[in-house]
């Protein structure tokens, strides 16, 4: 069976890199003067070479973003199941060898964590676990998703990689879409940073958008994880990745997130920096290699940050996010999965969105479960 996988292996990490660093003025400049832009054109639009040319990119990121997706920008909020985790990963707080106290909500803990989320006025959430089969498994995730589904207009989940019979059986509960990040696509480096538990195997992480895919999911998340590798070839591979993705499974949505490291229990520091100014022209080299996917901004970034790139093309932004298993009104100081950046209240972001002329929504634009 043809996967992504397949395309992968027809390409070098070294080569690739080396391939975007070369790009040119010029290149930029051919890259920026068509629309119907190709994975040369995001190499150009990723490179050194574009670095001159972020106030052009960034106008017109903002006009496609405008002509597609109108002045709205959908609010959404994650919610914490369980820090229990069987996985060894470098960078995160929940990872097995971190010494702390592990958590998984109940039904009850879950529907006040609800309750708390409605009163914001949410209606998408992001369900959030550990991978640990055992005891936030598919049953346990499917109990959740049909415990709440009356509540929200749509249900995310990013948690352990599934079997596409996994994938059907939550959708047919009420699953709207899955995040599921490669965290890097250098497949050495990967093994580096996850040397323990299901996660470390590269290939059945990379083949998970496959399966999601042929379960017939409404919306798949990608991305990577900036500052494990260079977040360049990085990028280009999830850009890769969307393409074939668009291509064999064309009825399905997708979408990008952009986490970069943030300070964690057992902290990691990142191998290579990703400044505000690269982030910026990646997430503008995104808008213009793809003008239908939706780009989110999570609250791992500033508020200054995220003030300036909410008219730049990202299409769904999170705000008072807890990243810790009951976070919200259960157990607010259990330990979080990471530090978050933009502490404020929801009715804060709004006010802010608001005043940039944007217009909040609160589910996904396409698709209403209720």
Sequence with gaps: MNTFKNIFDQYNWNDTLTSILSKTETDVIRALSHPNRGLEDFKALVSPAAKPFLEEMAQI???????????????????????????????????????????????????????????????????????????????????????????????????????????????????????????????????????????????????????????????????????LEDWRADSFFTALHLQYLQKTYWKTKYSISFPRLRPHSGGLEPKVAMTDSDLVQLICAYRLFDEDVELSMSTRESEVFREHIVTLGITSISAESKTNPGGYVVEPQSLEQFEISDERPTEEVVQMLKNKGLDVVWKDWAYNWQ
């Design 61 to 227: 990121s903002s006009q496609v973003t405008k002509k597609r997706f109108g002045n709205t920008i959908q609010m959404y909020a994650p919610m914490y199941l369980s820090n229990e985790c069987q996985n060894i990963c470098t960078y995160c707080g929940f990872s097995m060898t971190n010494k702390i106290p592990r958590r998984t909500l109940t039904d009850q803990e879950i529907l006040r964590e609800v309750d708390f989320l409605k009163s914001k006025g949410y209606n998408h959430v992001l369900l959030v676990t550990g991978e640990a089969n055992k005891t936030v498994g598919v049953e346990y995730i499917k109990k959740a998703i049909q415990l709440i589904r009356s509540k929200f207009a749509n249900i995310t989940i990013e948690v352990q990689p599934l079997d596409q019979s996994d994938y059907e059986l939550l959708k047919k509960s009420g699953l709207y879409a899955v995040l599921v990040y490669q965290e890097t696509y250098h497949r050495q480096e990967y093994k580096h940073h996850h040397p323990k538990g299901r996660k470390s195997n590269f290939d059945y992480r990379l083949e998970t958008p496959d399966r999601l895919g042929r379960a017939g999911i409404h919306k798949i998340g990608l991305g990577a994880l900036f500052g």
